[in-house]
């Protein structure tokens, strides 16, 4: 069974830098691209990027690129999603979801990570 | 970049039929998944390869695509079908992916 489990809850200020995690099971993480999702309050959902695990292969956004970074650790079967400098505007749930066999969809979803940024 | 339009709200009686559009250029073209989010839980998959279902989705969920519209059908609606709708595609001039506004559907 595809598992996937984020890290919780986020409060920070603003400048400061954040990692959040989702660790995966239930397939072969190497083989699977995985990626994230942002969802504004009370907004749509929108898609950040995707990394490949097998070799590091990243795709982001146009949006997110520069502002956020999609890492994967193979050896824990953990995604990560990290910002070097935290902006209000990054306030948000964060959703980490598996990619289907054709990279084109999220076929498995996880719970989400609410990260708040406020002073 | 490639823009999903979708329309904000739809309301429908139980029983009947909902359809969600989902406007985009040629999108007839690409593969269209679809998203049902409920309230406070994450999104999850009802749809991919345009018109296949994951194990478990009812088979009341259908799809169907052409020219500049992709369409979510919802028949015999469920008060439990409550919840926001979203199209998404692949643009593949900027690599990267792309999803629609989104669609409240309201069973009344």
């Known amino acids: 069974e595809v598992q996937l489990v984020q890290s919780g809850a986020e409060v920070k200020k603003p400048g ?11 397939y072969s993480f190497t083989k699977s691209w995985i990626g994230w999702a942002r969802q504004m309050p009370g907004k749509g959902l929108e ?4 990394i490949y695990p097998g070799d590091s292969d990243t795709r982001y956004s146009p949006s997110f690129q520069g502002r956020v970074t999609i890492s994967a650790d193979k050896s824990i079967t953990t995604a990560y999603l990290q910002w070097s400098s935290l902006k209000t505007s990054d306030t948000a749930i ?6 289907g066999t054709t990279p084109v969809f999220f076929d498995y979803w996880a719970q989400g990570t609410l990260v708040t940024v406020s002073s | 970049s490639y823009v999903l339009t979708q329309p904000p709200s739809l309301s429908v009686a139980p029983g ?15 593969i269209v ?9 994450a999104p999850v998959l009802v749809i991919y390869y345009d018109t296949d279902r994951p194990s478990g989705i009812p088979e009341r969920f259908s799809a169907s695509k052409s020219g500049n519209t992709a369409t979510l059908t919802i028949s015999r609606v469920e008060a439990g079908d409550e919840a ?6 692949w643009d593949n001039i900027t690599d990267s992916w792309v999803f629609g506004g989104g669609t409240k559907l309201t069973v009344l």
């Open chain 2, 33 to 41: 998944p679809w998203y049902q989010q409920k309230p406070g839980q």
């Open chain 1, 94 to 99: 964060y959703y980490c979801a598996k990619v």
């Open chain 2, 84 to 89: 926001d709708y979203y199209c998404q595609v």
């Open chain 1, 47 to 50: 898609w950040v990027g995707i």
């Open chain 1, 16 to 26: 400061e830098s954040l990692k959040i995690s989702c660790k995966a099971s239930g």
């Open chain 2, 16 to 30: 009947k039929t909902a359809s969600i559009t989902c406007g985009g250029n040629n999108i007839g073209r690409k």
